[in-house]
Nanobody, 125 residues
Framework: QVQLVESGGGLVQAGGSLRLSCAASGRTFFERAMGWFRQAPEKEREFVAGVSAGGAGIVYADSVKGRFTISRDNGKNTIYLQMNSLKPEDTAVYYC??????????????????WGQGTQVTVSS
């Protein structure tokens, strides 16, 4: 069983920055790809960013390219999402997720096996 705990959400003005963290339990964290997703009210959950087990393979949604940066620290069993130049349309609950048996990140939410509880990000205009 893997547990994921997100933190770092909050309220920020447009143009501001936030850094989300996701701490994972489990001894094989470094062998697993992870991702960030988000879900805005009345919208479907969407992919934001993913990182491979080793950290070299990274993929972003077009909507966040150049503004968000995903990274991981395998020594701390933690991944991060640095969000800069935030826009009101970035407002959502952000979730981290982990793939149990794959080292490559995926943009599909059903490829991930465990999810955190989510952290709210609100960007005011």
């Amino acid at each position: 069983q893997v547990q994921l705990v997100e933190s770092g959400g909050g309220l920020v003005q447009a143009g501001g920055s936030l850094r989300l963290s996701c701490a994972a339990s489990g001894r094989t964290f470094f062998e697993r790809a992870m991702g960030w997703f988000r879900q805005a009210p009345e919208k479907e959950r969407e992919f934001v960013a993913g990182v491979s087990a080793g950290g070299a393979g990274i993929v972003y949604a077009d909507s966040v390219k150049g503004r968000f940066t995903i990274s991981r620290d395998n020594g701390k069993n933690t991944i991060y999402l640095q969000m800069n130049s935030l826009k009101p349309e970035d407002t959502a609950v952000y979730y981290c997720a982990i793939r149990s048996n794959f080292i490559v990140a995926s943009v599909k939410d059903n490829d991930y096996d465990y999810w955190g509880q989510g952290t709210q990000v609100t960007v005011s205009s």
